[in-house]
């Protein structure tokens, strides 16, 4: 972690504000304001709406690693949060979670109707698949990684299936094990499509893929423990969401299955394998995924 | 239409049956069986339940009409049936149609619940993406334009801006160009994506392209007329959904628009116009496409 330290944190930080500011434009111009019936309004109010930002840094810290193709990784940037964006949309749904509050916002069907919500989480994951294939300006065989990348991640053995392990397992007791499959999928698959989509933007080794994947996947562990630390230990107006609600709905999570102090511990193993797989990669420029594995451990909301 | 008559009929069956056999072997093998938490189940009801198959029919005949690459409109046709059967998935939910029959059986979320049935959905519309996209076997620049094909006409400019009209749209009046839009929109993009997909996996001149995505135009709008016209005409047990929905939900359609009458002399308009593309297209091999137009238009359900 060495070379690491060496990154003035306002640099990370400057860099961090560049890109989202450039993100916001690009994403800006993706999402319909024309879409008929309402759809365009609702999925620019799921979207555009703030949030982290963490897949989108994510893909375009990946992609400066690897001194990979700038428009490519920025239309990756922007399909990922849509997918990411869309799940969140139809997870709050009242036939899923029934949340009612998302960024400090009413959740999208609240404010639109679960009808439209519905609709528009559908469009955006269309979306996601259209703003990766454009006429111009991105090679069609990178295209193509792309979105085998996204699908993959998206799809059952990825995304939507961890969310359906999430529903069933609501009242029950799992393993550590089991927790982690869940999470992995449900979390932790998308956020490490994320790096791989932004290293598949440049000419990454295997050697350099194979360890970017090791670091997205303690990444996107690491996440989903400091997700459950944070439901218990911080309150709705600091998260922006429903605090409790893993507890109140009597879902396993991190803390519930290791305690807090464990949840806590096992974060910064991970961590710390995040940061060894970046010495590993063999890439040079990694600071900014660093400092991203930091951010996720360290944020409180 | 002269050439196309001296098709037997009974060739064009032996052709549909048999394109039909491989369709289903091929869609049985990427729709896992195994996905967690009967995420799985639900995928496999709501997609190898049957139906027409009007899509696959189309891309697997488009191909033919420009001899093209015979796996990737496999994968094509079978993306594009994931497409269609989510749609159906999330339009029965009880926010959108609340429709409980569909092809006889009871609609994926009376079988599985909401939360089961809306999952099946999003991870359906990954998978067709994921079908799109192999390691190895379709050219890559293939895929990238198949993927680009399907996603806009799946998203809020095609399928889910098309469904997003018809709820707005309810107890309204329409006049023919509105109903039209929301139709070309709702089912007739996809159809005639259907049939680009399929062009689009041989070597298709400009003209010919041009003239298959006329014909998939008017065949797209044909097949809405004429499913207004048996929503009024036949009874649920032989469509194998609800009848009389759409009058019921007092929706607009070409026959509470035009009448009975004029919405069949404009089903008989365009079957003629999607031969005339036919023709117009410097294609020789359109014979299953002029006979699948027909079926749209003959069918009883």
């Not at 309150?235 to 305690?259: H, I, M, R």
């Not at 807090?260 to 010495?279: I, M, V």
Request: hydrophobic share 50%; charged share 20%.
């Amino acid at each position: 972690m060495g070379g690491l330290l060496s990154v003035d944190s306002g640099v990370f930080e400057q860099w961090r504000q560049r890109s989202l500011a450039a993100f916001e434009i690009a994403l800006d111009g993706f999402v319909p304001a024309g879409a008929p019936a309402g759809l365009g309004e609702a999925m620019r109010y799921a979207v555009l709406g703030g949030g982290k930002r963490l897949r989108p840094l994510l893909v375009l810290a990946a992609c400066e690693a690897v001194h990979g193709h700038t428009e490519a990784a920025m239309r990756a940037a922007c399909a990922v949060e849509l997918i990411h964006a869309y799940s969140l949309v139809h997870d709050d749904m009242p036939c899923m979670d029934d949340d009612v509050l998302r960024r400090g916002k009413p959740t999208t069907h609240v404010a639109f109707g679960e009808a439209v919500a519905m609709l528009a989480g559908d469009a955006m994951q269309a979306l996601a698949f259209e703003v990766l294939t454009p006429e111009t300006g991105v090679e069609p065989a990178l295209q193509a990684r792309l979105c085998a990348l996204l699908a993959r991640s998206a799809g059952y053995d990825g995304m939507a299936g961890g969310q359906a392990i999430d529903l069933a397992s609501v009242g029950k007791q799992l393993d550590e094990a089991t927790l982690r499959d869940m999470h992995r999928r449900k979390t932790g698959v998308l956020l490490q499509a994320s790096v791989l989509m932004g290293a598949a933007c440049g000419p990454a080794d295997a050697k350099a893929t194979a360890a970017l994947s090791d670091y997205g996947a303690a990444l996107g562990l690491a996440f989903q423990v400091v997700d459950d630390i944070l439901d218990v230990t911080q309150d709705s107006a600091v998260l922006g969401k429903t605090a409790g609600k893993d507890q109140d709905a009597n879902k396993p999570t991190y803390v519930s299955v290791l305690g807090l102090e464990a949840a806590g511990r096992l974060a910064d193993q991970l961590r710390d394998q995040a940061h060894r797989a970046l010495a590993a990669s063999g890439l040079t420029d990694t600071a900014w995924l660093g400092l991203l594995a930091d951010m996720v451990v360290e944020r409180n909301s």
